[in-house]
């Protein structure tokens, strides 16, 4: 296939492919409202994304997700003028079409066509229609069939009541476009819209209009290449469907008509003068007048927009199909099946159909060039302010990480070379400034990398409607999901590797933690349980806590469990309640009594456990029997670079990261105290913390035994802590991480390791395993 097609129709269908997933995760969350509320608002936003991906879909000869997207507009049309009333089912069905559209775009994105959905598309056009005639409703789509027009159309009619090359149905053709005036006065489209949102939309419509602009300019030296009507149609298309679902009315009602204009030319038929590229280029120019008005004041402002208009309208040349029949030459059912065979120029077709002559044909084309006047240009726009530079550009996330690790080798190279021995006892001041510069420099750098990656987890967070929608109606129980936190942002990696803890903790507090709705009532709850969903920094990491307010953990049911499983020796008594929940991220456990589609089979918590260890996070569980789960979710905030402080104990060198420093100090011989188990406790004011001897840890003999002669660091682990042994504290430095070999595998108390400045690798230390050894 990618061999038929060309480099920028690839571009097109890829960039189909982006913006239509994109709309998918704005669409999942607002149909999963509708199961809630049914306000026209809502029901229109969703009418309104299902609209544009049709009509982006059909423009591309999608087939099978137009239809699909086009029978779910039509159920929402009836929905929304009243003629039926939405059901718990329809939402139901409203998201098995955006699933059925997710794997379409897959398809397309790999082959570059939706064939291979034509079953699935049929399968779920038919239950929409099945919906809808089940509700006692005619389907929106066969009502237009009886307003064909009778009479040669205006040149905007026209452009609406075209027959597709290959249309589903008529009521397909007849529905495909609708006037945006239209809709402006009848329907509620108004959407609360953000400044970010409005931005965005800034961003991509000028990139539009300025391809719009520059294929305009080709098409006016290449006046018979279809090729750059194509183009332009669709930047028009896609900034007038952009205007509409921002609810740009002005906008929306210029583009459509250029949309018009461009759409007889694609269809066959000719322009009424022989320099139509200013006019559509002084519409071109208007919009974005239009978009600069809007960045200045928030208002989209046209000038002149109905003289526009009337010179865009008087462009085209009635199609050569309506002169003949003007003529009685032949009939519009004639021109019809015409321009539905048509691959060749339509007077050839209806010659070769024997309806007329080649005379009459000639003489039609001599009238349709003598039935307008040539249109007067409009007079072009000035510019309002200064052009809408763009802000953003799409990346390829490989070159990101090579920049990250780039930008990691910098980090190891300045270490080198300002750490260099060769230079030690020297006094070097320019060096020292410029090397100060340098390490300056380089940091911004870092942040500025850093900062290129990280993402919102709005999208994650987002998702995770539309499961818990689906496992609330699997379950029977009635849930509500709050979100907070939204705009916290994490690297991109992590989120790709939380999706799956997110989504088993999320299932296992569906299952196990909400009661259904008798048993909560029961125990004088509401009915609907809350399950709530937060992310925040913290202590220089991300915590994304899931809490629900179910029947929380049962103690006693999994301390059997594990007993019964071999987990552990003894009866338990001496377990901690955290180390007793924290047995439910063993391998295979579960305390399910049954297995269900939705949880029990003693594997997603162990996969949280796992994918939290390979970026170097945490899991903790607090539980109260009656009221609740709280898990959280502890995430490094960067998995690059950290801020390290440099020790020495005897000849091995070690990192400690600084966030997790709080103090360091010389003990005195009265702050030391030693328990009957042989422990060791060092008073801090008013605090006794345990002492982590560092050489035991690598087994190295150290400068000193004695913790008097030693310096000790307080180091602080989700409110405990511990006192780390050391020799001599030797410096702060950035710290570029490097993953321990796979052939080492986890080595206790380090998450990694680094490159020194004299080439030597030194280990990073765990603070929280080494605190949790204590």
């Known amino acids: 296939m990618t061999d038929e097609l060309s480099s920028d129709q ?8 982006q913006e239509s997933q994109d709309m998918i995760e704005q669409l999942e969350p607002t149909i999963i409202e509708l199961g809630q509320t049914t306000d026209n608002e809502t029901i229109n936003a969703v009418f309104r994304l299902f609209h544009s991906m049709k009509g982006s879909a059909g423009f591309l000869e999608f087939n099978h997700i137009t239809s699909v997207a086009h029978a779910a507009e039509s159920l929402l ?121 409005v931005e965005r939309f800034v961003q991509e419509a000028d990139e539009l209009l300025e391809t719009a602009e520059q294929s305009l300019l080709e098409w006016e030296k290449e006046p018979d ?41 694609k269809s066959g038929g000719s322009f009424a003068t022989e320099n139509p590229f200013e006019v559509l280029l002084n519409s071109v120019d208007a919009l974005k007048d239009g978009l600069n008005a809007l960045t200045e004041d928030g208002r989209d402002d046209i000038d002149e927009i109905d003289s526009l208009i009337d010179a865009l309208k008087a462009l085209p ?114 060096f020292n400034k410029a090397a100060q510069q340098m390490g300056k420099l380089v940091r911004e750098l870092q942040e500025m990398a850093m900062i290129i990656r990280m993402i919102p987890v709005s999208g994650l967070f987002r998702r995770m409607i539309r499961l818990v929608h ?42 196990h933690g909400l009661e259904p709705p008798d048993e909560r009532i029961a125990a004088e709850k509401d009915e609907t349980g809350v399950i709530r969903l937060n992310a925040c920094h913290e202590e220089g990491e991300v915590w994304i806590t899931l809490e629900d307010d179910g029947r929380g953990l049962n103690k006693e049911k999994i301390l059997a469990k594990a007993i019964t499983n071999g987990l552990i020796e003894g009866d338990g008594s001496d377990l901690t309640d955290k180390e007793i929940y924290n047995l439910i991220f063993q391998p295979g456990f579960s305390t399910a009594d049954k297995i ?14 796992q994918n939290l260890e390979k970026i170097k996070g945490k899991v903790d569980v607090d539980s109260i ?61 008013e605090n006794f913390f345990p002492v982590v001897r560092l050489h035991e840890l690598l087994e190295t003999t150290p400068e000193h035994s004695d913790l008097v002669d030693a310096i000790l660091i307080v180091l602080e682990y989700q409110g405990r802590s511990i ?52």
């Open 470 to 511: 689906d496992l609330s109606v699997k379950s029977g129980k009635k849930v509500d999901l709050k979100l907070s936190g939204e705009s916290t942002e994490v690297d991109k990696t992590v989120i790709e590797t939380i999706t799956d803890p997110l989504v088993h903790i999320l299932r296992n507090s569906m299952d």
């Open 77 to 197: 049309d009836l929905v929304r003028s009243g003629k039926m009333s939405l059901q718990p089912e329809h939402v139901t069905l409203l998201c098995e079409c955006c699933d059925f559209t997710k794997e379409a775009l897959e398809t397309v994105d790999e082959h570059f066509t939706d064939e291979a959905m034509a079953k699935q598309g049929e399968a779920m056009a038919t239950r929409f229609h099945e919906a809808m005639d089940s509700d006692s409703a005619a389907p929106a789509d066969e009502e237009p069939v009886t307003q064909e027009p009778q009479t040669v159309p205006e040149p905007e009619a026209q452009a609406e009541t075209v027959p597709q090359p290959q249309p589903e149905s008529a009521s397909e053709a007849d529905a495909e476009e609708i006037d945006p005036s239209k809709i402006e006065a009848t329907d509620d489209l108004t959407l609360e819209i953000t400044p970010e949102m």
């Open 317 to 430: 040349s009635p199609r050569i199909g309506e002169v003949l029949v003007d003529k009685g030459v032949v009939d519009e059912e004639t021109v019809n099946a015409a321009l539905n065979q048509q691959k060749k120029p339509l007077g050839d077709v209806i010659v070769d159909m024997g309806k007329a002559t080649k005379e009459q044909v000639d003489e039609a084309l001599t009238t349709q060039t003598q039935t307008k006047k040539p249109a007067a240009p409009a007079p072009r726009a000035k510019p309002k302010g200064s052009a809408i530079k763009r802000q953003d550009i799409r990346v390829d996330l490989e070159k990101l990480d090579n920049l990250i690790n780039l930008i990691g080798e910098l980090v190891i190279a300045e270490n080198m070379l300002i750490h260099n021995p060769d230079l030690e006892g020297l006094e070097l001041e320019s």
């Open 10 to 17: 690839i571009e097109i269908i890829q960039e189909f492919v």
């Open 723 to 774: 006192c780390l042994m050391v020799d001599e504290i030797m410096g702060q430095q950035q710290t570029v991480i490097k993953g321990l070999s796979e052939y080492i595998g986890n080595v206790r108390g380090c998450s990694g390791c680094t490159i020194l400045g004299n080439g030597d690798v030194s280990l990073i230390l765990d603070v929280g395993n080494l605190v949790e050894m204590k």
């Open 225 to 265: 290449s279809q090729d750059h009507v194509a183009l332009i149609f669709r930047s028009i298309h896609s900034f007038k469907g952009n205007s509409g679902f921002f609810g740009y009315g002005t906008l929306e009602k210029l583009s459509h008509q250029i949309e018009n204009v461009l759409d007889v030319v």
């Open 596 to 609: 269900t589609d939705i949880s029990g089979r003693g594997v997603g918590m162990d996969v949280v456990k």
């Open 625 to 685: 029997p009656g009221k609740g789960t709280k898990i959280k979710l502890r995430i490094p905030l960067t998995l690059a670079i950290i801020d390290g402080m440099l020790v020495r104990v005897g000849t091995a060198r070690c990192i400690v990261p600084i966030l997790s420093i709080k103090e360091a100090f010389r003990p005195q011989p009265d702050a030391i105290t030693v328990t009957p188990d042989n422990e060791e406790l060092v008073r801090v004011r």
